[in-house]
C-alpha cells in the first residue's frame, strides 16, 4: 500500500523538474535577452540575437554585430570586422583584419596579413592580397582590390618631351603643282590650299623641311604646321596631308608632276571644315604626329633629315609663301620623345 501512493508522488516531482529545465529553451522563434536563438556571425547587439559559433577562429577576436547585421568570422590569428546596420562584415584572413561593413554594404575580406576596406552605404568593399590593404567603397560604390604589398600604378614612358621646330628657308621648298597637267610652281608668293582659281586651278601643295632633327624610332608626341594667313577666305574648304615616304626627302624640280608622283606615307590627316582665315592670323594644322611617326621609323632615315607633306583638297585657303616673307613661310612644330 505504501508503495503505491510513492510512485505518483515520484512522477509528480520528476514531470514538475523536467518542465523546469525545459522552460530554459525558447521555441516560439523570439529572441531571448539573456540566451537568445542562434544566428549566423558573432554576437548581435543589445536585443540582437547571439550567433551559434560566434567564437572566432584559433587566435581570433568574436566580432560584434549591429543592429540586424552579421558580424563575421575571424580566421587564423584574425579579427573580424563588426557589421553595419543590415551589412555583412567581411571574415579575415591569416592575421588579417576584415573591414566593417556600412547600412546594407559588404565588407571584403582581407587575405593574409592584409586589411580589407570598409564598404559605405550600399557599397562592396573589396578584399585585400596579401600584405595590400583595400579602398573603401563609396555609396553604392565598388572598391578595388590590393595586390602584393600595394598596387603600384602604370608607368608612363617616363622620357623628356623634345621640340623641335623648321621653318621653309627656301623658295622651292614650298611649292604648287596643277592637277590637270602636272606643271610645277616654285616660286609663288602664296600658298593656295585646294584651288588657285586666279592663275593655276586646282592644285597639290608640297612642303618640303629640311634638317629636322628627329632620332629614329623616336616616338612622336605632336607635330603640326603652322601658316601665315595672305588672304582672308571663308569658301567651304578641306584638305588631306601625306607626307613623303622618304628616309631624307630631295628638293622639288621643274619636272612634271614632280610633286604627287612621290611615294607617300600610309599615314594621312583630313583637315575638314577649315574655318575662316583672317589676314595675318596665325593657323596650325590638325595633328600631323602620325605621318611623322612614319617617317622617322623608316630603316633608313637620316638624322637630320627633309620630310615633305604633300597637301590636296578643294576650297580654297591662301597662306604665305617663303617669297613673300621668310619670317612668316610655313613652320612645322614637332614633340618628341628620345627612344
Given at each position: 500500500?505504501r508503495?503505491?501512493?510513492?510512485?505518483?508522488f515520484?512522477?509528480?516531482?520528476?514531470?514538475?523538474?523536467?518542465?523546469?529545465?525545459?522552460?530554459?529553451?525558447?521555441?516560439?522563434g523570439?529572441?531571448?535577452?539573456?540566451?537568445?536563438?542562434?544566428?549566423a556571425?558573432?554576437?548581435?547587439?543589445?536585443?540582437?540575437?547571439?550567433a551559434t559559433?560566434?567564437?572566432?577562429?584559433?587566435?581570433?577576436?568574436?566580432?560584434?554585430?549591429?543592429?540586424?547585421?552579421?558580424?563575421?568570422?575571424?580566421?587564423?590569428?584574425?579579427v573580424?570586422?563588426?557589421?553595419g546596420?543590415?551589412?555583412?562584415?567581411?571574415?579575415?584572413?591569416?592575421?588579417g583584419?576584415?573591414?566593417?561593413?556600412g547600412?546594407?554594404?559588404?565588407?571584403?575580406?582581407?587575405?593574409?596579413?592584409?586589411?580589407?576596406?570598409?564598404?559605405?552605404?550600399?557599397?562592396?568593399?573589396?578584399?585585400?592580397?596579401?600584405?595590400?590593404v583595400?579602398?573603401?567603397?563609396?555609396?553604392g560604390?565598388?572598391?578595388?582590390s590590393?595586390?602584393?604589398?600595394g598596387?603600384?600604378?602604370?608607368a608612363?614612358?617616363?622620357?623628356?618631351?623634345?621640340?623641335?621646330?623648321v621653318?621653309?628657308?627656301?623658295?622651292?621648298?614650298?611649292?604648287?603643282?596643277r592637277?590637270?597637267?602636272?606643271?610645277?610652281y616654285?616660286?609663288s608668293?602664296?600658298?593656295?590650299?585646294?584651288?588657285?582659281?586666279?592663275?593655276?586651278?586646282?592644285?597639290?601643295?608640297?612642303?618640303?623641311?629640311?634638317?629636322?632633327?628627329?632620332?629614329k624610332?623616336?616616338?612622336?608626341?605632336a607635330?603640326?604646321v603652322?601658316?601665315?594667313?595672305?588672304e582672308?577666305?571663308?569658301?567651304?574648304?578641306?584638305?588631306?596631308?601625306?607626307?613623303?615616304?622618304?628616309?631624307?626627302?630631295?628638293?622639288?624640280?621643274?619636272?612634271?608632276?614632280?610633286?604627287t608622283?612621290?611615294?607617300?606615307?600610309?599615314?594621312?590627316?583630313?583637315?575638314?571644315?577649315?574655318?575662316?582665315?583672317?589676314?595675318?592670323?596665325?593657323?596650325?594644322?590638325?595633328?600631323?604626329a602620325?605621318?611623322v611617326?612614319?617617317?622617322v621609323?623608316?630603316?633608313g632615315w637620316?638624322?637630320?633629315?627633309?620630310i615633305v607633306?604633300?597637301?590636296s583638297?578643294?576650297?580654297?585657303r591662301?597662306?604665305?609663301?617663303?617669297?613673300?616673307?621668310?619670317?612668316?613661310?610655313?613652320?612645322?612644330?614637332?614633340?618628341?620623345?628620345?627612344?
Open positions: 500500500m508503495r503505491k501512493l510513492l510512485a505518483p515520484i512522477a509528480v516531482v520528476l514531470c514538475v523538474a523536467c518542465t523546469k529545465d525545459y522552460d530554459q529553451f525558447d521555441l516560439t523570439g529572441p531571448d535577452p539573456d540566451a537568445g536563438v542562434g544566428g556571425g558573432g554576437a548581435s547587439g543589445s536585443g540582437g540575437a547571439k559559433g560566434g567564437a572566432s577562429g584559433t587566435g581570433g577576436t568574436k566580432a560584434t554585430g549591429g543592429a540586424s547585421g552579421k558580424a563575421g568570422a575571424g580566421g587564423t590569428g584574425g573580424a570586422g563588426a557589421g546596420t543590415g551589412g555583412v562584415a567581411g571574415s579575415s584572413g591569416t592575421g583584419v576584415a573591414g566593417s561593413s547600412t546594407g554594404g559588404v565588407a571584403g575580406s582581407s587575405g593574409t596579413g592584409g586589411v580589407a576596406g570598409s564598404s559605405g552605404t550600399g557599397g562592396v568593399a573589396g578584399s585585400s592580397g596579401t600584405g595590400g583595400a579602398g573603401s567603397s563609396g555609396t560604390g565598388a572598391a578595388g590590393a595586390g602584393t604589398a598596387a603600384a600604378g602604370t608612363g614612358t617616363g622620357g623628356t618631351i623634345v621640340t623641335v621646330e621653318r621653309i628657308s627656301a623658295g622651292n621648298d614650298d611649292i604648287e603643282q592637277t590637270t597637267d602636272g606643271a610645277m616654285l616660286d608668293t602664296d600658298l593656295e590650299l585646294g584651288d588657285d582659281m586666279a592663275y593655276f586651278g586646282e592644285q597639290s601643295v608640297g612642303l618640303r623641311f629640311p634638317a629636322v632633327a628627329i632620332p624610332d623616336a616616338v612622336i608626341a607635330a603640326y603652322e601658316f601665315e594667313v595672305d582672308a577666305s571663308n569658301d567651304a574648304t578641306s584638305v588631306l596631308f601625306h607626307g613623303q615616304d622618304a628616309n631624307n626627302a630631295p628638293a622639288f624640280t621643274n619636272a612634271a608632276w614632280n610633286l608622283s612621290r611615294p607617300t606615307t600610309t599615314a594621312s590627316v583630313a583637315w575638314d571644315n577649315i574655318p575662316a582665315w583672317v589676314v595675318n592670323a596665325k593657323v596650325q594644322s590638325p595633328g600631323l602620325p605621318i611617326q612614319e617617317i621609323n623608316r630603316g637620316a638624322n637630320p633629315g627633309a607633306f604633300v597637301i583638297g578643294t576650297g580654297r591662301v597662306a604665305k609663301a617663303f617669297e613673300t616673307s621668310a619670317q612668316a613661310a610655313p613652320l612645322l612644330h614637332v614633340e618628341y620623345v628620345a627612344p
